[in-house]
């Protein structure tokens, strides 16, 4: 052994590995409680129960917002589908009012003789 190392007997090995008569407790372990600590788990006991109530009231809530939100977007897709359908119609009024329009530019630009050709074309095409 060099000078430097301690020293150690077999002695104080042996004593130092033996068993102790009362093994140290550990602090987290240790069942002995306060009446402030027993106060104090009540008080968490109480919130913790009220907490889970109010945790099922905002899961209804929330339950309820999500039902909502799905039938507002039934609503605002079936609205989509009705402002499609009056677009197309609107376009297809507005094509129909644009020919009549030209059909009547056409008859009163005809001359009295020309007048019952260009009535009878416009109503062979469905304009009058």
């Known amino acids: 052994m060099s000078e430097n190392e301690p ?3 077999s002695d104080e090995l042996r004593a130092a590995l033996a068993p102790r008569a009362e093994s ?41 917002a999500r039902a909502d939100a799905i039938e507002l977007r039934v609503a605002l897709d079936a609205a989509r589908g009705d402002a499609s359908e009056l677009r197309a119609e609107l376009a297809s009024v507005k ?19 020309r007048r019952r050709g260009v009535i009878r074309d416009l109503e062979e095409r469905g304009v009058f």
Not at 30 to 46: F, G, M, P
């Open 7 to 9: 020293h150690v007997s």
């Open 24 to 64: 140290r407790r550990n602090p987290v372990l240790v069942s002995d409680q306060s009446e402030q600590a027993t106060a104090e788990a009540l008080e968490l006991r109480a919130a913790l129960d009220a907490s889970r109530d109010d945790a099922g009231e905002l899961r209804r809530r929330l339950d309820a």
């Open 95 to 113: 094509a129909e009012s644009r020919e009549r329009r030209i059909a009547l530019d056409r008859l009163a630009g005809a001359g009295v003789f």
